[in-house]
């Protein structure tokens, strides 16, 4: 998930660092940047049906960033971003830029990760189609990434004029969220190691992305666990003048022995959480009307298949969450205006639901 939502950062002051050479034990650092950024976003949003909040909402974020050059010619930066919706750091991230040999980094939730680049990736003016309320497999996929794995990215390659991405992640024991300073985190008894690939290629208007993650299960008769965690994501999007359309698909598996609550259709479900395959499609068309205004119209489906079918001399249905969201935004300056409606059927994979619709309008301000 992208945990700036749109909100420009411009940098207020930069003065010279000496602190980073602590450190790194083998090299030193040069004299860096600091710099402090922020926003505020207050929020008005109507809605009925389940999941559908009413009234006034803000959230402000500071994010405090620097960077320094080492002797040898890398170069390393480091951010906290502090959310008062989320009472405290809410990302943070330490990179090394390792020259030709590419970057290395950690990070806290979602900071610096893969899987970001493949999580609802088609074009849109405002917010993804899940902010709108309720789990979509669109949004999960790689998601036990964000805390608590090493992340490299390699550099661009250059291929016949397309422009080649890739990146990787890996966790020692994915799923936990990164310990406090010199103190590991607790052992996770239900997940082992993990792994995430990510491959974009780019040319000209065109990008075409892929991303596969597996997560070990650990001990699989505690947990009803039968076989490992897999979900993956593939995309692609084209823009031509101030047109920009997308596809993506998305497949999630938790691995998860299947229990009474997922063979009904009118249970709510939870990616992740439940026995049976969650299935995402979603395709979007924005348009830039120019360079402050731009409108989009996007649609999602999810589908949850319980992979039952004619067992025990029963059948379960498929159950689609469909979403639809039209959005607008508008920047001057410094200030946003962005504002969507969004409406949403059997919200949580439960057929039964009632349906939903959401209606925000966003104004941010940034310095």
Do not use: C
Not at 3 to 18: A, D, F, P, S
Not at 277 to 300: K, Q, R, W
């Amino acid at each position: 998930m992208n945990n700036y939502k749109g909100e420009n950062m411009i940098n207020l002051k930069k003065v010279g660092l000496t602190a980073l050479a602590g450190s790194l034990a083998a090299v030193s650092a040069q004299a860096g940047e600091f710099a402090v950024s922020g926003g505020h976003v207050t929020t008005y949003t109507t809605g009925e049906g389940y999941d559908s909040a009413q009234g006034l909402g803000s959230k402000t974020n500071v994010n405090f960033s620097g960077s320094g050059e080492l002797d040898n010619g890398w170069s390393v930066s480091t951010f906290v971003l502090v959310n008062d919706a989320q009472a405290g750091v809410s990302s943070a991230a330490s990179t090394v830029t390792m020259g030709d040999m590419g970057t290395v980094g950690v990070s806290k939730g979602g900071g610096f990760n893969v899987n970001g680049a493949y999580d609802e990736t088609y074009p849109r003016a405002y917010e993804e189609n899940s902010d709108a309320g309720g789990q979509s497999s669109l949004n999960s996929v790689g998601n036990w990434a964000d805390d608590n794995a090493i992340i490299y990215k390699a550099p661009a390659i250059d291929l016949m004029g397309a422009t080649v991405s890739i990146g990787l992640e890996h966790s020692l024991q994915a799923g936990t969220a990164t310990g406090a300073d010199g103190v590991a985190p607790a052992r996770d008894s239900t997940y082992g190691k993990g792994t995430g690939l990510g491959v974009t290629v780019a040319y000209e208007g065109l990008t075409f992305g892929a991303y596969g993650a597996e997560r070990e299960n650990k001990n699989p008769t505690a947990a009803a666990q039968v076989y490992d965690e897999f979900n993956g994501s593939w995309f692609v999007n084209y823009s031509f003048g101030p047109v920009s359309v997308g596809y993506q698909e998305t497949y999630f598996d938790a691995g998860l022995a299947k229990n009474t609550n997922d063979l009904t259709t009118t249970s709510a479900k939870s990616v992740g959480l439940a026995g049976g395959i969650f299935t995402g499609e979603a395709m979007s068309i924005a348009f830039n009307v120019n360079d402050n205004l731009s409108i989009s119209y996007s649609e999602t489906e999810d589908t949850f298949d319980a992979q039952d079918d004619n067992k025990n001399g029963t059948a379960t249905d498929d159950v689609v969450m469909k979403t639809e969201s039209i959005q607008v935004a508008y920047t001057m300056g410094s200030m946003s205006i962005n504002a969507y409606s969004t409406e949403r059927s059997n919200n949580h994979y439960d057929s039964d639901a009632d349906k939903i619709n959401v209606n925000e309008i966003a104004v941010g301000l940034a310095f």
